[in-house]
């Protein structure tokens, strides 16, 4: 066997490589039968007994879901969309705002990070809130193209004697908003 | 011409392979039944599908009951998702019920597939994807479109909800419900 | 006498394919090791989600179209001018190549376009993000459709030149049987010029006007089984020419000689016959196509199997007469006689091992219930990985190294990074592979940019999803490596000055069983043509004729760009 080559080092490196080579598939199906069989024999046949293909993790907010935990607002997703283009994906996000506190209020859009961590930064904020009022804010972000939105960052102001002003910021997690090309 | 006594033997065991995989696929159709895609769905207008005005239920597409335990999806796979079946608007059936696909697209050439089961087409423009099926245990079923269908293709997923038939029958009555409360609404404000 | 001192002007040329399809190869490598990379989440930062489909793009159309097309086209030449003992004819051979050139210029560019923002050329997006299979209404520039065309035009082109030299041979040796290697070459290109007419109509007739807007729609089920009439006798033209190398070289490399020429006839012959009536196998999933005639598809199919299973037959038994001559003896143990260290050998041998297993899981996909549990999935990568992308690849890589000297006068370089090579392809694609197909039966999908989705997960079904994904990113890495280590061997040879003498030789050794053994019936390529023709139409004539029954552009869909 390889009396075709220079030097021991070269011959022990390619019997290695056959080795390594035959061997390792032949392992690795090895285990992928025995486990297969483990599953059978234990009475678990895959398919029937497994029912369905396990949840992905709990998403964040979709349509229709409320995303603040505020004493002073309620708010809650209106509309949501992604669209591709090919300079970038445009995400559209509408927010349903009601003033369910005790002072005026206003709710600001600010920012979108993407599942890959960029930020792109575009404001729209509703007006001043008068209590008991609501209002819509919509706001899109053009992302670069092959992103997904993954969360927004809101503000949410209140002006309890119409001069200052408190603000808190919060990091919303946006749920599974599908993509589509119009 | 002359052929070594080795090579008939392997000639011979090479036929009867060949034709033990025709008999097996065989029996698989005609025996135990395993349907095929076929052209059994018919033709539609993917224009008509994308502009809603096709005059079938993929104008509307959902969960139709067509009978006792028989269940008709229509679905319209569309750049980049499922109607019904993406996003937070997964496909509803229940479990042991005799369900229906009826897929068709809207634009380009996608696939529909339910992962882990034999649910597995091809959705192509012009042309209805029929394939039958029952899920025996209830669970959420992963679906995909497999066939690369533009720049956010990898994003087409959705998802199959096979419930227990009582509790089936419940949401749907919560649904006609809600459905006749929100009508009743409509008419009172008028 | 060195094959490039015998004939100067066809070594040229086959210099000037095989450079074309060396590039190609390492552009499709790089292609290849950013996919394996970016959809198994190891590193996503080359090119973005969106540009994903660029890549495949050029990655098959590179590898799978250019590559191969080019390689063959190399092979060929100096097949049927060694075995006919003649230049080529210079002209037809030249304008092949620079049709082919022209194509492959036009497509690749208009796909590289895609990643450089998709300037308006000619009043079109130049890009073409539609994949290897460019499936209607996904709309590419026109030059990708153009230039596609050009390939197989001058595919086309080429083998009239081979044709040219038999009837040239002919009317000097009338009563002489064709060479082995010719026949086997003109065996395969009757088979493409046979099976390339499906994808001529669609993008000639079809896809180039609608894609100018001369024509509104067109019906994506008549085109796409247009491409799968072609689709899948395209594999056997990639794979008849690794056949040559392993049933004329492979012997020689081993020590010995092929076992007989009649088998190796009958087997490109049944190549020629079976190979087109079979395209509905890769469209068992389709609406519109009553299930009759995807079974007739499906038992032509495993009649394919036949010639294929001869082949291992006659190839195993050749290599082991080489290793006896070599002093060889026992049962298995004349396996350790073969000059596993010289890279052409181990090359092929690999090469053929490994196309055993995707033969294996072929059957599976063939298998018209059973495909419907891998349709679609990664499962199918997997095993066209280990038929294209070894068999013919690898097969291609190795002889490369037995050929290359002898078409240059050169000696081979790199002599240690070439023996090493084919077993780092190996490996690395016995782990990519294997993991490929275990990820496809746990149902993730091929041809996506992030396998992951928001309404679920995937599950393994032995092993876990994480493991796999490391699988793939390690195999394809190695891959690449693998396809780097070639190129450095081949870069160094080709610019490395002429002197010493070669090892090699173009003398093939006269079969055990010889051509005298086998039927004259065996070279009439008429009657075998024209019962090809007649299976053709049986399988595809009812479905095709139904399919435009309701108009050639019904059901229709207007161009939608992606």
């Known amino acids: 066997m390889f009396d075709d080559v220079d030097g021991p080092e070269q011959k022990t490196l390619l019997r290695l490589l056959i080795i390594v080579g035959i061997g390792l598939p032949i392992l690795i199906e090895v285990v992928t039968f025995g486990s297969m069989m483990g599953h059978h024999l234990t009475g678990d046949t895959g398919g029937e007994a497994v029912p369905g293909t396990p949840t992905a993790e709990p998403a964040g907010a979709d349509v229709g879901d409320p995303i603040l935990k505020s004493a002073n607002v309620s708010a809650r997703i209106d509309a949501a969309s992604v669209v591709t283009a090919d300079d970038g994906w445009r995400f559209t996000l509408t927010v349903n705002v009601t003033n369910t506190g005790s002072d005026p209020t206003a709710v600001r859009l600010d920012s979108v990070t993407t599942r890959s961590g960029e930020t792109v930064a575009d404001t729209a904020s509703t007006g001043q809130l008068p209590v008991g009022d609501t209002d819509d804010v919509t706001q899109s972000w053009l992302l670069p193209p092959g992103e997904r939105p993954d969360t927004v960052a809101v503000t949410v102001f209140v002006y309890p004697d119409g001069e200052s002003v408190q603000s808190t910021q919060y990091t919303v997690a946006l749920g599974d908003i599908p993509v589509s090309n119009r | ?190 | 006498m060195v094959f490039v001192d015998s004939y100067p002007k066809t070594s040229k040329l086959v210099r000037s394919e095989f450079l074309v399809a060396f590039v190609a190869l390492g552009i499709g490598a790089l292609f290849g090791v950013v996919q394996a990379l970016h959809r198994t989440g190891v590193f996503r930062g080359f090119v973005s989600s969106a540009d994903y489909y660029t890549i495949l793009t050029g990655h098959g159309v590179l590898l799978a179209l250019v590559f191969t097309t080019f390689f063959i086209a190399g092979l060929f030449t100096w097949a049927v001018a060694n075995s006919l003992e003649r230049e080529l004819p210079q002209r037809i051979a030249w304008s092949a190549f620079w049709i082919m050139l022209t194509g492959t210029v036009l497509a690749a560019v208009s796909i590289i376009g895609g990643l450089v923002g998709a300037p308006s050329i000619l009043g079109h997006d130049l890009k073409a993000d539609v994949l290897f299979t460019f499936y209607a209404p996904m709309k590419a520039h026109p030059a990708f459709y153009i230039g596609a065309a050009l390939i197989i035009v001058g595919s086309w082109v080429a083998g009239l030149a081979y044709f040219k030299s038999l009837w040239e041979w002919r009317s000097e040796n009338p009563d002489e049987r064709i060479p082995l290697q010719t026949f086997m070459v003109l065996t395969t290109m009757l088979m493409w010029y046979v099976s390339t007419i499906g994808v001529a109509v669609e993008v000639v007739a079809f896809l180039i006007p609608w894609s100018l807007g001369l024509i509104q729609n067109v019906d994506p089920l008549l085109t796409r089984t247009l491409f799968w009439y072609f689709g899948h006798p395209v594999v056997y033209f990639w794979l008849m020419p690794a056949y040559l190398v392993w049933y004329t070289i492979l012997p020689k490399l081993a020590g010995g000689r092929l076992f007989s020429d009649p088998l190796a006839r009958v087997v490109f012959v049944a190549f020629l016959l079976l190979s087109t009536p079979v395209g509905f196998h890769h469209q068992y999933t389709d609406p519109g196509i009553p299930s009759g005639y995807k079974f007739i598809a499906m038992t032509n199919t495993m009649f394919l199997l036949l010639p294929s299973l001869l082949t291992a037959f006659t190839v195993v038994a050749s290599v082991e007469h080489g290793a006896r001559q070599r002093g060889a003896k026992g049962y298995l143990s004349w396996l350790r006689n073969l000059p596993w260290g010289k890279p052409a050998f181990a090359g092929c041998m690999l090469a053929g091992l490994m196309f055993a297993a995707g033969g294996f899981s072929g059957m599976i996909n063939a298998g018209m219930n059973i495909n419907y549990l891998i349709h679609n999935t990664i499962w199918v990568p997997g095993h066209f990985h280990l038929t294209v992308g070894t068999a013919f690849a690898l097969t291609a890589m190795a002889i490369s190294y037995w050929l290359v000297p002898q078409i240059t006068g050169k000696k081979l370089r790199q002599r240690s990074i070439a023996t090493l090579q084919p077993y780092v392809w190996f490996v690395g694609m016995a782990v990519m592979s294997n993991a490929m197909h275990r990820a496809g039966l746990a149902g993730i999908p091929r041809r996506t940019a992030e396998p992951t989705y928001d309404e679920f997960a995937f599950e393994g079904v032995a092993g876990t999803v994480g493991e796999m994904r490391i699988q793939i990113a390690i195999g394809g890495f190695l891959l690449f490596v693998g396809a780097a280590m070639f190129l450095i061997v081949m870069a160094d040879t080709l610019l490395a000055r002429r002197g010493g003498t070669l090892s090699v030789n173009s003398n093939i050794p006269e079969p055990l069983s010889g051509a005298d053994h086998s039927p004259r019936i065996l070279d009439n390529y008429k009657l075998w043509t024209a019962i090809a023709l007649l299976l053709i139409v049986i399988a595809y004539g009812p479905p095709l004729a139904s399919m435009v029954a309701d108009g050639l552009f019904a059901p229709g869909s207007p161009p939608i760009p992606v």
């Open chain 2, 1 to 190: 011409m002359q052929v070594h006594r080795f090579e008939k033997v392997w000639l011979g065991a090479a036929i009867l392979l060949i034709v033990g995989f025709i008999a097996t696929i065989a029996y698989g159709s005609v025996g135990v039944g395993v349907g095929m895609v076929d052209d059994s769905g018919g033709q539609i207008s993917a224009e008509e599908v994308q502009n809603g005005n096709t005059d079938t239920p993929f104008d509307d597409p959902g969960v139709v009951k067509t009978g006792d335990d028989k269940y008709t999806v229509y679905v319209v796979a569309r750049q980049f998702q499922f109607v019904p079946g993406s996003g937070d608007n997964p496909i509803q059936v229940p479990a042991g019920a005799n369900v229906t696909f009826r897929v068709t697209s809207a634009d380009v050439v996608h696939g529909f597939s339910v992962v882990e089961t034999n649910i597995n087409t091809m959705v192509i423009p012009g042309q209805v994807s029929e394939v039958s099926a029952r899920f025996n245990e209830p669970g959420t079923y992963g679906l995909i479109c497999h066939e690369y269908c533009g720049a956010a293709h990898h994003t087409m997923g959705g998802s199959v909800e096979v419930v227990p038939p009582e509790e089936y029958d419940m949401q749907q009555e919560n649904i006609d419900q809600s459905a006749d409360d929100a009508q009743a609404q409509e008419e009172a404000d008028q």
